[in-house]
């Protein structure tokens, strides 16, 4: 089992960089595949990136490429979502998950351990 602890939300001006963090507990971390999913007021929970236990693969989805970076330091437990160049519309509730189905998937049954969240406010 994991905990995922999510920081580094805030409110920011279009154009800006937030980093978010992923604090994970746990001996086994680096068997996970950690994602990072959004919910904006009104809408439903969508993907946003997603990154292998290695590190190697990862996967992002359309509105993000380009913007967000997604990485991990399992020596430290954590994975980062880098997001640059934010818009009003990257404004959401972000929340780190974790799979050990080992894919790098989009799909959000496949993740199992889930944290709070942290908010992201955009301001145009």
């Known amino acids: 089992q994991v905990q995922l602890v999510e920081s580094g939300g805030g409110v920011v001006q279009a154009g800006g960089s937030l980093r978010l963090s992923c604090g994970a507990s746990?001996?086994?971390?680096?068997?996970?595949?950690i994602g990072w999913f959004r919910q904006a007021p009104g809408k439903e929970r969508e993907f946003v990136a997603a990154?292998?236990?290695?590190?190697?693969?990862?996967n992002y989805v359309d509105s993000v490429k380009g913007r967000f970076t997604i990485s991990r330091e399992n020596a430290k437990n954590t994975v980062y979502l880098q997001m640059m160049s934010l818009k009003p519309e990257d404004t959401a509730v972000y929340y780190c998950?974790?799979?050990?189905?080992?894919?790098?998937?989009?799909?959000?049954?496949?993740?199992?351990?889930w944290g709070q969240g942290t908010q992201v406010t955009v301001s145009s």
């Open positions: 990154i292998s236990g290695s590190g190697l693969t990862r």
């Open positions: 746990g001996r086994t971390f680096s068997g996970y595949v």
């Open positions: 998950a974790a799979s050990n189905t080992g894919t790098v998937t989009s799909i959000q049954p496949a993740y199992a351990y």
